[in-house]
Protein backbone atom coordinates (compact mmCIF):
# COMPACT_ATOMS: atom_id res chain seq x y z
CA UNK A 1 0.00 0.00 0.00
CA UNK A 2 3.06 2.68 0.78
CA UNK A 3 6.22 1.79 -0.58
CA UNK A 4 9.51 3.04 -0.25
CA UNK A 5 13.52 2.46 -0.43
CA UNK A 6 13.60 0.57 3.00
CA UNK A 7 10.04 -0.14 3.60
CA UNK A 8 6.94 -1.17 2.56
CA UNK A 9 3.84 -1.05 4.37
CA UNK A 10 1.15 -3.31 3.52
CA UNK A 11 -2.87 -2.74 3.95
CA UNK A 12 -3.25 -5.28 7.20
CA UNK A 13 -0.39 -3.10 9.58
CA UNK A 14 -2.15 0.24 8.28
CA UNK A 15 -5.66 -1.14 9.58
CA UNK A 16 -3.59 -2.98 12.26
CA UNK A 17 -1.56 0.50 13.35
CA UNK A 18 -5.04 2.53 13.09
CA UNK A 19 -6.60 0.17 15.60
CA UNK A 20 -3.84 0.29 18.04
CA UNK A 21 -4.02 4.11 17.94
CA UNK A 22 -7.93 3.86 17.95
CA UNK A 23 -7.98 1.94 21.30
CA UNK A 24 -4.97 4.21 23.38
CA UNK A 25 -6.97 7.42 22.62
CA UNK A 26 -9.81 6.03 23.99
CA UNK A 27 -7.77 4.45 27.05
CA UNK A 28 -6.60 8.10 27.73
CA UNK A 29 -10.08 9.52 27.36
CA UNK A 30 -11.19 6.97 30.13
CA UNK A 31 -11.50 8.50 33.45
CA UNK A 32 -9.85 6.17 35.91
CA UNK A 33 -10.01 5.67 39.46
CA UNK A 34 -6.35 6.41 39.96
CA UNK A 35 -6.72 8.99 38.72
CA UNK A 36 -9.61 10.79 39.77
CA UNK A 37 -8.88 13.73 42.78
CA UNK A 38 -10.41 13.05 45.55
CA UNK A 39 -13.35 15.18 46.91
CA UNK A 40 -10.59 17.41 48.79
CA UNK A 41 -8.96 17.92 45.49
CA UNK A 42 -12.12 19.21 43.70
CA UNK A 43 -13.20 21.38 46.87
CA UNK A 44 -9.32 23.08 47.03
CA UNK A 45 -9.65 23.47 42.76
CA UNK A 46 -13.22 25.35 43.70
CA UNK A 47 -11.36 27.50 46.13
CA UNK A 48 -9.31 29.11 43.49
CA UNK A 49 -12.13 30.21 41.73
CA UNK A 50 -15.62 30.42 43.88
CA UNK A 51 -15.84 32.86 46.82
CA UNK A 52 -17.85 31.42 50.25
CA UNK A 53 -20.37 28.73 49.54
CA UNK A 54 -18.71 25.91 51.67
CA UNK A 55 -21.22 23.88 51.99
CA UNK A 56 -22.14 24.32 48.37
CA UNK A 57 -18.64 23.44 46.89
CA UNK A 58 -18.06 20.19 49.27
CA UNK A 59 -21.80 18.42 48.41
CA UNK A 60 -20.56 19.61 44.82
CA UNK A 61 -17.19 17.41 45.45
CA UNK A 62 -19.00 14.90 46.57
CA UNK A 63 -21.68 14.25 44.13
CA UNK A 64 -19.05 14.74 41.24
CA UNK A 65 -16.46 12.27 42.82
CA UNK A 66 -19.10 9.81 42.78
CA UNK A 67 -20.78 10.34 39.49
CA UNK A 68 -17.68 9.39 37.98
CA UNK A 69 -16.41 6.38 40.45
CA UNK A 70 -20.47 4.92 38.91
CA UNK A 71 -18.97 5.15 35.67
CA UNK A 72 -16.04 2.91 36.21
CA UNK A 73 -18.17 0.70 37.84
CA UNK A 74 -20.83 0.51 34.76
CA UNK A 75 -17.95 -0.84 32.69
CA UNK A 76 -17.67 -3.77 35.06
CA UNK A 77 -21.00 -4.09 34.86
CA UNK A 78 -22.64 -2.92 38.06
CA UNK A 79 -25.42 -0.46 38.02
CA UNK A 80 -25.31 2.59 40.49
CA UNK A 81 -28.27 5.11 39.65
CA UNK A 82 -27.09 8.37 38.65
CA UNK A 83 -27.41 11.54 40.79
CA UNK A 84 -28.07 14.91 39.70
CA UNK A 85 -27.14 17.99 41.08
CA UNK A 86 -29.86 20.77 41.22
CA UNK A 87 -28.30 24.30 42.70
CA UNK A 88 -30.43 26.98 43.88
CA UNK A 89 -29.48 30.10 44.82
CA UNK A 90 -29.94 34.28 43.62
CA UNK A 91 -28.59 35.43 40.92
CA UNK A 92 -24.81 36.01 40.94
CA UNK A 93 -24.03 33.91 43.48
CA UNK A 94 -21.51 31.26 41.50
CA UNK A 95 -24.11 28.40 40.58
CA UNK A 96 -22.78 28.20 36.97
CA UNK A 97 -19.05 29.30 37.89
CA UNK A 98 -19.17 26.22 40.19
CA UNK A 99 -20.57 23.78 37.36
CA UNK A 100 -17.82 25.14 35.08
CA UNK A 101 -15.07 24.89 37.50
CA UNK A 102 -15.54 21.58 37.82
CA UNK A 103 -15.67 20.41 34.35
CA UNK A 104 -12.49 22.42 33.41
CA UNK A 105 -10.98 20.89 35.88
CA UNK A 106 -11.40 17.44 34.96
CA UNK A 107 -11.19 17.89 31.31
CA UNK A 108 -14.42 16.47 30.23
CA UNK A 109 -17.04 18.32 27.37
CA UNK A 110 -19.17 21.09 29.59
CA UNK A 111 -21.99 22.77 27.47
CA UNK A 112 -24.12 25.40 29.18
CA UNK A 113 -28.17 25.50 28.03
CA UNK A 114 -30.62 27.55 29.07
CA UNK A 115 -34.54 25.90 29.79
CA UNK A 116 -36.18 28.98 28.33
CA UNK A 117 -36.08 28.09 25.00
CA UNK A 118 -37.35 24.65 25.20
CA UNK A 119 -40.95 23.46 24.23
CA UNK A 120 -42.41 20.25 23.76
CA UNK A 121 -41.27 18.26 20.53
CA UNK A 122 -43.85 19.60 17.64
CA UNK A 123 -44.16 23.20 18.49
CA UNK A 124 -41.85 26.05 18.08
CA UNK A 125 -38.71 26.49 19.93
CA UNK A 126 -35.84 24.19 20.84
CA UNK A 127 -36.43 19.73 21.35
CA UNK A 128 -35.32 18.91 24.20
CA UNK A 129 -32.12 16.59 22.48
CA UNK A 130 -30.76 20.43 21.83
CA UNK A 131 -29.30 20.22 25.09
CA UNK A 132 -27.02 16.75 24.17
CA UNK A 133 -26.42 18.73 20.64
CA UNK A 134 -23.74 21.32 22.16
CA UNK A 135 -22.29 18.74 24.01
CA UNK A 136 -21.22 16.85 21.38
CA UNK A 137 -20.01 19.89 19.56
CA UNK A 138 -18.05 20.74 22.78
CA UNK A 139 -16.62 17.49 22.51
CA UNK A 140 -15.81 17.94 18.91
CA UNK A 141 -18.42 15.57 17.72
CA UNK A 142 -16.21 12.87 19.78
CA UNK A 143 -19.54 10.78 20.79
CA UNK A 144 -17.77 8.47 23.76
CA UNK A 145 -15.86 11.93 24.82
CA UNK A 146 -19.71 13.58 25.10
CA UNK A 147 -21.13 10.95 27.27
CA UNK A 148 -19.03 11.38 29.98
CA UNK A 149 -19.18 15.10 30.26
CA UNK A 150 -21.55 17.39 32.06
CA UNK A 151 -24.57 19.36 31.19
CA UNK A 152 -25.22 22.17 33.21
CA UNK A 153 -29.68 23.43 32.29
CA UNK A 154 -29.64 26.80 33.66
CA UNK A 155 -33.24 28.79 34.68
CA UNK A 156 -35.02 25.38 34.98
CA UNK A 157 -37.40 26.99 37.81
CA UNK A 158 -39.18 28.90 34.48
CA UNK A 159 -40.07 25.25 33.87
CA UNK A 160 -42.77 25.17 36.73
CA UNK A 161 -45.94 24.82 35.96
CA UNK A 162 -48.81 27.22 37.43
CA UNK A 163 -50.57 25.40 39.71
CA UNK A 164 -50.27 22.05 42.12
CA UNK A 165 -52.98 19.90 40.20
CA UNK A 166 -51.41 18.69 36.69
CA UNK A 167 -52.96 20.89 33.84
CA UNK A 168 -55.60 20.18 31.16
CA UNK A 169 -54.24 21.92 28.29
CA UNK A 170 -50.80 21.31 27.14
CA UNK A 171 -48.25 23.56 28.97
CA UNK A 172 -45.84 23.13 25.70
CA UNK A 173 -43.10 25.22 27.62
CA UNK A 174 -43.79 24.19 31.18
CA UNK A 175 -44.69 20.51 32.05
CA UNK A 176 -43.97 19.38 28.29
CA UNK A 177 -40.87 20.13 28.63
CA UNK A 178 -40.08 18.51 32.10
CA UNK A 179 -41.80 15.48 30.66
CA UNK A 180 -39.57 15.34 27.75
CA UNK A 181 -36.40 15.74 30.03
CA UNK A 182 -37.24 12.42 32.51
CA UNK A 183 -35.89 9.81 30.26
CA UNK A 184 -32.76 12.04 29.23
CA UNK A 185 -31.82 12.61 32.69
CA UNK A 186 -31.91 9.51 34.08
CA UNK A 187 -30.52 7.54 30.97
CA UNK A 188 -31.52 6.55 27.88
CA UNK A 189 -30.47 5.95 24.44
CA UNK A 190 -31.59 9.51 22.59
CA UNK A 191 -31.41 10.29 19.17
CA UNK A 192 -29.78 13.90 18.06
CA UNK A 193 -30.08 15.74 15.67
CA UNK A 194 -26.91 16.38 13.85
CA UNK A 195 -27.40 19.74 13.17
CA UNK A 196 -30.32 20.57 15.57
CA UNK A 197 -33.30 22.35 14.81
CA UNK A 198 -36.44 19.76 14.36
CA UNK A 199 -36.93 16.73 13.85
CA UNK A 200 -38.30 14.83 10.69
CA UNK A 201 -38.94 10.90 9.79
CA UNK A 202 -36.04 10.89 6.95
CA UNK A 203 -33.31 12.55 9.32
CA UNK A 204 -30.03 10.89 10.10
CA UNK A 205 -29.77 10.87 14.48
CA UNK A 206 -27.13 10.84 16.33
CA UNK A 207 -27.36 8.13 19.54
CA UNK A 208 -26.58 9.20 22.71
CA UNK A 209 -26.49 7.25 25.65
CA UNK A 210 -26.79 9.41 28.57
CA UNK A 211 -26.23 6.75 31.68
CA UNK A 212 -22.32 8.55 31.81
CA UNK A 213 -23.57 12.40 31.29
CA UNK A 214 -24.22 14.38 34.71
CA UNK A 215 -26.75 16.58 34.84
CA UNK A 216 -26.55 19.77 36.54
CA UNK A 217 -29.41 22.57 36.97
CA UNK A 218 -29.44 25.75 38.14
CA UNK A 219 -32.38 28.30 38.69
CA UNK A 220 -33.35 31.32 41.07
CA UNK A 221 -36.82 29.95 42.48
CA UNK A 222 -37.95 33.38 42.68
CA UNK A 223 -40.87 32.56 45.64
CA UNK A 224 -39.80 28.84 46.80
CA UNK A 225 -39.06 30.82 50.38
CA UNK A 226 -42.63 31.71 50.83
CA UNK A 227 -43.41 28.19 49.99
CA UNK A 228 -40.86 26.62 52.58
CA UNK A 229 -41.94 29.22 55.09
CA UNK A 230 -45.62 28.09 55.16
CA UNK A 231 -44.64 24.33 55.36
CA UNK A 232 -42.53 25.19 58.88
CA UNK A 233 -45.57 27.14 60.23
CA UNK A 234 -47.53 23.91 59.51
CA UNK A 235 -45.29 22.53 61.49
CA UNK A 236 -45.25 24.94 64.16
CA UNK A 237 -47.95 23.65 66.77
CA UNK A 238 -48.13 24.62 70.03
CA UNK A 239 -47.46 27.90 72.27
CA UNK A 240 -46.11 29.25 68.87
CA UNK A 241 -42.29 29.34 70.05
CA UNK A 242 -40.95 27.63 66.65
CA UNK A 243 -43.46 29.70 64.62
CA UNK A 244 -41.94 32.93 66.14
CA UNK A 245 -38.45 31.17 65.49
CA UNK A 246 -39.38 30.61 61.61
CA UNK A 247 -40.27 34.34 61.33
CA UNK A 248 -36.77 35.49 62.58
CA UNK A 249 -35.18 33.47 59.99
CA UNK A 250 -33.66 34.94 57.34
CA UNK A 251 -34.30 34.00 53.32
CA UNK A 252 -31.02 32.17 52.77
CA UNK A 253 -31.61 29.88 56.26
CA UNK A 254 -35.03 29.13 54.96
CA UNK A 255 -34.09 28.39 51.36
CA UNK A 256 -31.58 25.41 53.13
CA UNK A 257 -34.45 23.88 54.88
CA UNK A 258 -35.80 22.68 50.89
CA UNK A 259 -37.00 19.74 50.45
CA UNK A 260 -38.50 17.76 47.58
CA UNK A 261 -42.29 18.57 48.35
CA UNK A 262 -41.54 22.04 48.30
CA UNK A 263 -40.05 22.11 44.87
CA UNK A 264 -43.07 19.85 44.11
CA UNK A 265 -45.67 22.85 45.36
CA UNK A 266 -43.55 25.06 43.38
CA UNK A 267 -44.19 23.71 40.05
CA UNK A 268 -41.93 21.04 39.14
CA UNK A 269 -43.61 17.29 38.48
CA UNK A 270 -42.77 14.40 41.16
CA UNK A 271 -40.65 12.79 38.24
CA UNK A 272 -38.18 14.99 37.59
CA UNK A 273 -37.82 16.24 41.19
CA UNK A 274 -37.19 12.29 41.93
CA UNK A 275 -34.43 12.20 39.84
CA UNK A 276 -32.50 15.19 40.94
CA UNK A 277 -31.08 13.45 44.34
CA UNK A 278 -28.32 15.85 45.27
CA UNK A 279 -30.09 20.05 46.36
CA UNK A 280 -28.12 22.47 46.83
CA UNK A 281 -28.38 25.95 48.06
CA UNK A 282 -26.27 28.79 47.47
CA UNK A 283 -26.62 32.19 49.58
CA UNK A 284 -26.47 36.01 49.33
CA UNK A 285 -22.69 37.07 48.87
CA UNK A 286 -22.16 39.88 51.79
CA UNK A 287 -19.33 43.00 51.36
CA UNK A 288 -16.93 41.13 52.86
CA UNK A 289 -17.46 38.06 50.32
CA UNK A 290 -17.51 40.51 47.24
CA UNK A 291 -14.44 42.28 48.13
CA UNK A 292 -12.66 39.13 48.18
CA UNK A 293 -14.46 38.21 44.93
CA UNK A 294 -12.68 41.65 43.48
CA UNK A 295 -9.25 40.23 44.30
CA UNK A 296 -8.29 36.81 45.44
CA UNK A 297 -10.02 33.95 42.56
CA UNK A 298 -7.38 33.21 40.04
CA UNK A 299 -9.50 34.95 37.65
CA UNK A 300 -10.24 37.66 39.41
CA UNK A 301 -11.90 40.96 38.04
CA UNK A 302 -8.49 43.24 39.71
CA UNK A 303 -6.02 40.72 38.23
CA UNK A 304 -7.87 41.24 34.55
CA UNK A 305 -7.51 45.10 34.72
CA UNK A 306 -4.11 45.11 36.30
CA UNK A 307 -2.57 42.80 33.79
CA UNK A 308 -4.59 45.49 30.82
CA UNK A 309 -2.51 48.19 32.49
CA UNK A 310 0.77 46.43 32.73
CA UNK A 311 0.65 45.68 28.61
CA UNK A 312 0.92 49.28 28.35
CA UNK A 313 3.75 49.80 31.51
CA UNK A 314 1.34 51.61 34.14
CA UNK A 315 1.10 50.17 37.50
CA UNK A 316 -2.56 50.27 38.70
CA UNK A 317 -3.74 49.71 42.25
CA UNK A 318 -6.80 50.29 44.16
CA UNK A 319 -7.25 51.27 47.76
CA UNK A 320 -9.01 49.41 50.44
CA UNK A 321 -11.55 52.03 50.43
CA UNK A 322 -12.01 52.19 47.13
CA UNK A 323 -12.55 47.99 47.11
CA UNK A 324 -15.04 48.28 50.01
CA UNK A 325 -16.99 51.22 47.80
CA UNK A 326 -17.44 48.83 44.89
CA UNK A 327 -18.46 46.10 46.83
CA UNK A 328 -21.42 48.02 48.81
CA UNK A 329 -22.38 49.73 45.15
CA UNK A 330 -22.57 45.89 44.32
CA UNK A 331 -24.25 45.07 47.44
CA UNK A 332 -26.79 47.34 46.95
CA UNK A 333 -27.98 46.75 43.67
CA UNK A 334 -28.65 42.75 44.95
CA UNK A 335 -26.96 41.60 41.48
CA UNK A 336 -24.30 39.39 42.96
CA UNK A 337 -20.79 38.94 41.84
CA UNK A 338 -22.10 40.19 38.07
CA UNK A 339 -23.07 44.04 40.14
CA UNK A 340 -19.17 43.83 40.32
CA UNK A 341 -18.11 43.89 36.73
CA UNK A 342 -20.81 46.22 35.31
CA UNK A 343 -19.35 48.79 38.13
CA UNK A 344 -15.71 48.08 37.40
CA UNK A 345 -16.75 48.79 33.51
CA UNK A 346 -18.23 52.17 34.32
CA UNK A 347 -15.56 53.34 36.41
CA UNK A 348 -12.54 52.04 34.04
CA UNK A 349 -14.27 52.86 31.06
CA UNK A 350 -12.25 56.97 30.50
CA UNK A 351 -9.75 55.35 32.70
CA UNK A 352 -8.78 52.36 30.17
CA UNK A 353 -10.09 55.77 27.09
CA UNK A 354 -6.87 58.17 28.77
CA UNK A 355 -4.75 55.21 29.43
CA UNK A 356 -2.22 54.92 26.14
CA UNK A 357 -2.15 58.96 26.19
CA UNK A 358 -1.08 58.48 29.59
CA UNK A 359 1.76 55.98 28.84
CA UNK A 360 3.12 58.28 26.34
CA UNK A 361 3.25 61.30 28.64
CA UNK A 362 5.57 58.95 30.76
CA UNK A 363 2.62 57.82 34.08
CA UNK A 364 3.79 54.84 35.31
CA UNK A 365 1.29 53.97 38.18
CA UNK A 366 -2.70 54.54 38.47
CA UNK A 367 -4.16 54.68 41.77
CA UNK A 368 -8.14 54.61 42.12
CA UNK A 369 -9.46 55.58 45.51
CA UNK A 370 -12.95 56.07 47.12
CA UNK A 371 -14.45 58.59 45.33
CA UNK A 372 -13.17 57.84 41.99
CA UNK A 373 -15.68 54.64 42.24
CA UNK A 374 -18.40 57.00 44.05
CA UNK A 375 -18.39 60.63 42.43
CA UNK A 376 -16.61 59.90 39.26
CA UNK A 377 -13.12 61.75 40.04
CA UNK A 378 -10.24 61.25 38.18
CA UNK A 379 -7.86 58.46 39.48
CA UNK A 380 -4.14 59.94 40.40
CA UNK A 381 -1.73 59.20 37.85
CA UNK A 382 2.46 59.72 38.92
CA UNK A 383 5.21 59.76 36.98
CA UNK A 384 8.86 58.33 38.12
CA UNK A 385 10.31 60.54 40.20
CA UNK A 386 13.27 62.61 39.08
CA UNK A 387 16.68 62.28 40.18
CA UNK A 388 18.51 64.54 41.84
CA UNK A 389 21.39 66.07 40.39
CA UNK A 390 25.14 65.22 41.76
CA UNK A 391 26.86 67.93 43.14
Known amino acids: MISGRQAHICEACVKLFAEVISNEEKAAKTIALSTLPTPVEFKENLEGYVIGQERAKKVISVAVYNHYKRLITLRKGVEIEKSNILLIGPTGVGKTLLAQTMARFLNVPFS ?13 GEDVENILLRLIQAANYDLECAQQGIVYLDELDKLGRRADSPSITRDVS ?23 GRKHPEQQYIQVDTRGILFIFGGMFDGLVPVIRQRLRKTAIGFGAKQDRVEELSDDEILAKVEPDDLVHYGLIPELVGRIPVIVTLTHLDEDALIRILTEPRNAIFNQYEHYFEMEGVRLSFTDQALKAVAHKAHERGSGARGLRSIMEQTMLDIMFELPERKKAGYISCTIDEETITCGKPPRFCKPAARRKAK
Open 112 to 124: ISDATPLTEAGYV
Open 174 to 196: GEGVQQALLKIVEGTVANVPPRG
